[in-house]
């Protein structure tokens, strides 16, 4: 908590708080929907940690608006903006490609769209998991700087060099003590899967972190698949489709 005189930006106070992201909640100011101490509030406005901020239900009512939806990413889409030629995930998110089989209760609506931002990378040579949401809270659960959520990877390798097979000290590597760009990375849970596939679970996200990190212990990435993202799973969600996430369901 910033306890200089001068107080917090009452818009990261909001995020702080898990209310809002800092842009949502600059948005609610603007509607007129926050008050401090009983006064509306203003952009810009600081905050003390002793005076009263109150939302009004206007605000929650818009945020339950806001979908947040699951994609099976196939080979050749890349997460976010389009580039050197690539269509974006969220291109993929129409009425056709919904998952005939989910059970959300959403009626789609062109709008659901609109202004879905990925919640973390997926590479455009991977498939898999991939979330896009209009909820900033989820964005910042998922992708911020203090996020612990993990993720879940199913990787089928093969050596760099047949004649020279990974050691048997690889996975250890894997599971701590490699280090990308300089920076030491977080501990990750490995193992194998099958004699070809190996499980990665982590809770950070570089990037194309797995397919360095299985470089530098002579491991040659084939492919790889995200099948979860917290406590949700991919499951059977076809390549291709989407579905919205259900309000039973806690990233």
């Known amino acids: 908590m910033d306890d200089r ?6 818009s990261k106070r909001l995020a702080d708080q898990g209310l809002a992201s800092r842009r949502e909640a600059d948005a609610w100011i603007e509607a007129g929907w926050v008050l401090v101490d009983g006064r509306p509030a203003v952009l810009g406005q600081r905050v003390q940690a002793q005076q009263q901020i109150t939302i009004d239900p206007a605000a929650r009512a818009q945020q339950a608006q806001r979908v947040t939806v699951l994609l099976n990413k196939p080979i050749g889409f890349v ?50 998991l991939l979330v896009l949401t209009q909820d900033g809270r989820i964005a910042r659960h998922l992708i911020g700087d203090d996020s612990t959520v993990e993720k879940e990877y199913l990787v089928r390798v093969a050596a760099f060099d047949p ?17 990308l ?15 070809e596939q190996l499980r990665f679970v982590l809770r950070e996200g570089r990037k194309r972190q797995i397919r360095r990190m299985c470089e530098l212990v002579g491991f040659r990435v084939l492919a790889l698949k995200r099948v979860r993202i917290g406590r949700v799973v991919l499951g059977p969600l076809p390549l291709g489709q989407w579905r919205y996430l259900r309000s039973d369901e806690r990233l």
Not at 5 to 10: A, D, K, S
């Open 5 to 10: 005189p001068e107080g917090v930006r009452l």
């Open 79 to 128: 997460s976010a903006q389009a580039e050197d030629g690539y269509q974006p995930a969220s291109v993929l998110i129409t009425a056709a490609n919904r998952w005939s089989q989910d059970r959300a209760g959403w009626r789609f609506h062109p709008g659901h769209g609109r202004g879905l931002a990925p919640a973390g990378r997926l590479d455009i040579d991977s498939t898999g």
């Open 163 to 179: 004649a020279r097979p990974p050691s048997p000290q690889a996975l250890e590597r894997l599971r701590f003590g490699l280090a």
């Open 181 to 195: 760009d300089g920076v030491q990375l977080k501990p990750a849970k490995v193992s194998w899967q099958n004699e």
